[in-house]
């Protein structure tokens, strides 16, 4: 049996009964990057000899009987925007080549504690600017499905690394579809929690008012295990919500009779791909005929949701980058002779195009005589859009919608105009904006054999209802556990 | 409202950023078209509305103020790319 193809679920029984090692399963993943990566492309750094470490320990764990989670022994890809002390942690950014931070994020920490073990950092778009990867300082990331085409983005490395078995599950970050849109892209299950249910410290600021850790995995059990040990108050985060952490993964069933499922129709528009639109609609006749209820709802103000998300992302991004300066750490210029020509050159160097244009715009936004014209109106649209989705769930229980208008695209096709690429997170953003959960599933393939997602959204911290719903879904159809033939 | 490439100027000052003359360009055509994308909110009349800065309530957090533990000094002076004593070295400001 190849090890790197199963689930945390298959191996974490495998593992109990002592059929395996964490070191094997580790030969067997690592065996599997070493062949397939080169085309992939999805690794920035693998941390093998910490890997080995951490398997060891898992496997004295096993062996005593002591402490053993689900994670125990489970390898675990990281996308690189999370700190690992003393492992380089560099954004996919130039900036922070070389860069080894001092203490590590919390959700390392908790995976650490729950045994996992850590295969490496993932790439991804440059500070997680971008819906495509091609942003990264170092390589375009592939989509395992087709090669020439892109995984989505920012967390692409992610997806791909978990859609190709060059991981068991990774994590990703979301701020306007991070994690979704690339899992929709890449054929894979990606949860986006309730803004506040996991804790950001140690994750790399982009929008601290939208930025959530979320699971990438291979089902929706898995996602459900790796969510337990990652959610929850910490004292690091003051964001982060006092509300209980159930077992997620523990009761899976439901009864789906109980379930009101609304269908948005400003999510059904005109140029979205009409494979994604009759997969998506397959998928909620399948829910219709399990005997949930399906009702029409409307959100209006879904159609600004882009506009909201370009004012205040790149107006916290731009103030969240101002750290990288050339003083603590990173880049810096040292021919320049007075501090505000250091602060430029530095940050020449060590930015991409997109990180700038992000940076630029969210400056001008926030610029004096333009702050109410634009910060202050989108912040006041941003409410109307929680309105839409409040009032929709006094009706409802969760919604369905497309995860992204457009199955995966080609590598070059969208990064010379900018606005194109934000589009493709139309259907994420408002969601995000709301702080919601929600997940993306495969639920069908185009006939170029692309993998098409599903996004379901749920109402805050109910990412249960968004998992079981998701888990009935998996039960009884096979997009999720169809492979690409990688060549 | 058309991004000019004196604003370019301006914006890039303000980002503490350096454009080159084709970047001038380049980034005022782009953020000239995202802004009047952008400016389709002003469709929506929002007098009444107020404004979300966080999605879901959240509380200001308090804390006892009490000395604990952080992080070693040596592991972050690890990571500055120039450092003297004990801070880290900058042109001179004044």
């Known amino acids: ?487 | 409202m058309a991004i000019l490439k004196k604003d370019v100027e301006y914006i890039a000052h303000l980002s503490r950023l350096n454009v080159s003359e084709d970047e001038k360009e380049e980034y005022s055509k782009q953020l000239s078209n995202i802004i009047q994308h952008i400016e389709r909110l002003n469709e929506l009349n929002t007098d009444n509305v107020e404004p979300t800065y966080y999605a879901l309530d959240i509380k200001n957090v308090f804390r006892e103020d009490k000395i604990e533990e952080s992080i070693d000094k040596e592991k972050v002076f690890n990571s500055a790319p120039l450092i003297e004593k004990n801070g880290f070295k900058v042109p001179k400001i004044i």
């Open chain 1, 1 to 487: 049996m190849e090890l790197f193809k199963l689930t945390i679920e298959e191996l974490h029984k495998q593992l109990i009964e002592k059929k395996v090692k964490p070191s094997e399963i580790l030969d067997s993943i690592y065996k599997r990057i070493e062949s397939v990566d080169p085309k992939i492309k999805a690794y920035l750094l693998l941390t093998k000899e910490l890997a080995y470490n951490m398997a060891k320990k898992a496997e004295e764990k096993i062996m005593k009987n002591e402490n053993i989670t689900e994670l125990t022994g489970i390898p675990v890809a990281i996308k690189d925007n999370m700190c690992l002390e003393g492992v380089p942690t560099t954004c996919a950014a130039k900036m922070l080549e070389g860069y080894k931070p001092p203490y590590t994020a919390t959700v390392l920490e908790r995976l650490k504690d729950a045994g996992a073990v850590f295969l490496g950092k993932l790439n991804m778009d440059e500070y997680a600017f971008g819906s495509s990867t091609e942003n990264s300082s170092f390589f375009p990331t592939r989509n395992p499905w087709d090669l020439e085409r892109v995984p989505g983005g920012s967390s692409g490395g992610s997806a791909a690394a978990v859609a190709a078995d060059l991981c068991i599950a990774a994590l990703g970050s979301d701020t306007g579809g991070s994690i979704k849109q690339p899992a929709a892209l890449c054929g894979i299950t990606g949860l986006k929690p309730t803004y506040g249910r996991v804790s950001r410290y140690g994750l790399i600021a982009f929008a601290s008012s939208l930025d959530q850790i979320g699971p990438m995995t291979k089902t929706i059990k898995d996602n459900a295990i790796l969510l337990k040990y990652i959610a929850g108050k910490d004292k690091k985060d003051s964001t982060t919500a006092d509300i209980k952490v159930i077992d997620f993964a523990e009761n899976l069933e439901c009864d789906i009779k109980k379930f009101k499922i609304g269908i948005p129709k400003e999510y059904f528009i005109e140029g979205i791909q009409d494979e994604v639109k009759e997969n998506v609609l397959s998928a909620i006749e399948f829910f219709r005929k399990k005997g949930a209820q399906i009702i029409d709802i409307s959100l209006p103000h879904t159609d600004y949701a882009i506009d909201v998300y370009y004012i205040i992302a790149p107006a916290e991004a731009s103030s969240n980058l101002a750290r990288f300066d050339g003083v603590q750490y990173g880049l810096r210029d040292t021919e320049a002779e007075n501090i505000i020509d250091m602060y430029k050159n530095s940050r020449q160097k060590g930015f991409g195009k997109e990180t700038k244009r992000r940076i630029m715009l969210g400056t001008y936004v926030l610029s004096s005589g333009y702050y109410d014209a634009y910060y202050k109106k989108a912040q006041k649209v941003r409410t109307l859009i929680k309105q839409d989705f409040n009032f929709a769930f006094e009706k409802v229980d969760v919604i369905i919608t497309p995860t992204s208008p457009t199955t995966a695209f080609k590598i070059g096709e969208k990064i010379s105009d900018p606005l194109t690429m934000y589009l493709s997170d139309i259907f994420t953003i408002a969601p995000n904006l709301a702080a919601l959960p929600g997940i993306s599933i495969p639920c069908g393939f185009d006939k170029n054999n692309l993998p098409i997602g599903l996004q379901i959204i749920g109402k805050p911290f109910k990412e249960d209802d968004l998992y079981k719903i998701a888990y009935l879904y998996q039960k009884e159809t096979n997009w999720h556990l169809k492979k690409p033939d990688i060549n």
